[in-house]
């Protein structure tokens, strides 16, 4: 709390108290936040180390399909669903 140093001397003793109690209450809430964000970091992480596989698992599924139905009307399916790297 050096920030509020130079209000120490300024500030009469209640406002002062609740002032620091104020900005105790806002460091808390700021640190709940960062706690949060660190477990959807982590959470995203989790889902990137699934995704990640199962990605590559389709794009060979829909390479095996894609020549499977070369020529058939299914081929026409396949057709619709977008292609990413």
Do not use: C, Y
Not at 50 to 68: F, I, Q, R, W, Y
Request: hydrophobic letters at 45%.
């Amino acid at each position: 709390m050096a920030a509020f140093s130079f209000l120490e001397q300024a500030l009469p003793g209640i406002a002062m108290a609740d002032l620091t109690a104020d900005g105790a209450d806002l460091q808390t809430k700021l640190d709940d936040l960062l706690a949060k964000q660190q477990e959807i970091n982590d959470m995203l992480h989790g889902i990137d180390d699934v995704a990640g596989p199962l990605h590559e698992m389709n794009k060979k599924a829909l390479s095996t399909l894609d020549g499977l139905w070369e020529g058939s009307e299914k081929h026409q399916l396949l057709d619709q669903i977008p292609r990413v790297p």
